[in-house]
């Protein structure tokens, strides 16, 4: 699995008297076999494009996006999105929403139920297959989207912010869970986040990006979330010189970008 966006731009056209605006500039980024890549950056700095773009709902205004060889030119099966809000269909049940995206790809009930609840397993929602998803709390709503996502088996899962609205202790429980969905699965991550502890713990490689126009403007390869998942507490890993030397390292990039904004 190789994911390659080579010298990528995007340029949102001039529309209702605003100019155009130039929100990806020469974006180079290879999201290998397994990476969890990790996207951080002010707001505004292009994240979400880029992750419209490998989605395939955007297309560059020059250089290329490709899986494996092949052009991305459109949203398929071997790439799935996990949105900021649940985008979860209220009137389902956990199980139906779970399985809905397998229904449109127009497998049968009996296969349907059986890939639905191996990931409603894996993410810790057995038991509540028959609820209705708007009596589940925001982080177990999360965790549906979540289980949807993967139920198409995708080569890459997509997240813009999946952790961004729920509070401090169900975030970091559902960090931990996102680990080991990663380490069960061995898919490969785009992960987008605001949180500089975030980003440090969870990916593999984190880009920093710079706002207007939106680029890469730092790489670090990471080993917490390996370390994570080797054994060592997430507590342990948060509190540990290393993670604190590099979390003042980006942070006084992003500081440096907003007084330079
Ligand atoms: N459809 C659009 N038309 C015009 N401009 C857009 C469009 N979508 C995004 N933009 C602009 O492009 C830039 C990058 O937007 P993007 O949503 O990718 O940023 P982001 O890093 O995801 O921000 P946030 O952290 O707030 O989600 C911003 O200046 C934004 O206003
Ligand atoms: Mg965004």
């Keep these: 699995m190789a994911l390659v966006i080579d010298d990528v731009s995007v340029i949102y056209p001039a529309a209702n008297g605003r100019p155009p605006v130039e929100a990806l500039s020469k974006i180079d980024l290879t999201i290998g076999p397994g990476d969890f890549v990790v996207a951080l950056g002010a707001s505004g700095c292009g994240k979400s494009t880029l992750l419209n773009l490998i989605a395939g709902f955007l297309a560059p205004s020059s250089g290329s996006l490709t899986l494996d060889g092949s052009p991305i030119d459109g949203p398929g099966a071997d790439r799935s999105v996990v ?126 990006m710079s706002p207007r126009p939106g680029r890469i403007a730092h790489r670090f390869d990471l080993p917490f979330s390996r370390r994570y998942l080797a054994g060592e507490t997430a507590r342990a890993l948060k509190a540990s010189p290393d993670f604190i030397r590099i979390r003042e390292e980006v942070l006084s990039i992003i500081f440096a970008d907003e007084e330079a904004a």
């Design 83 to 208: 949105f900021q809000k649940h985008a979860l269909l209220p009137w389902l049940n956990v199980l139906d929403n779970v399985a809905f995206g397998l229904k449109l790809q127009g497998i049968s009930q009996q296969n349907r139920k059986a890939i639905a609840e191996k990931f409603i397993g894996l993410l810790g929602l057995s038991g509540f297959e028959q609820s209705p998803v708007y009596a589940l709390s925001g982080g177990m709503q999360q965790r549906v989207g979540i289980a949807r996502a993967l139920t198409c088996e995708p080569k890459v899962l997509l997240m813009d912010e999946p952790l961004g609205a729920l509070d401090a202790l169900t975030r970091e429980k559902a960090q931990e869970l996102i680990l080991k969905i990663w380490d069960d699965t061995r898919k490969s991550m785009f992960f987008i986040t605001h949180s500089v502890e975030e980003a440090l713990f969870m990916g593999t490689h984190l880009v920093v």
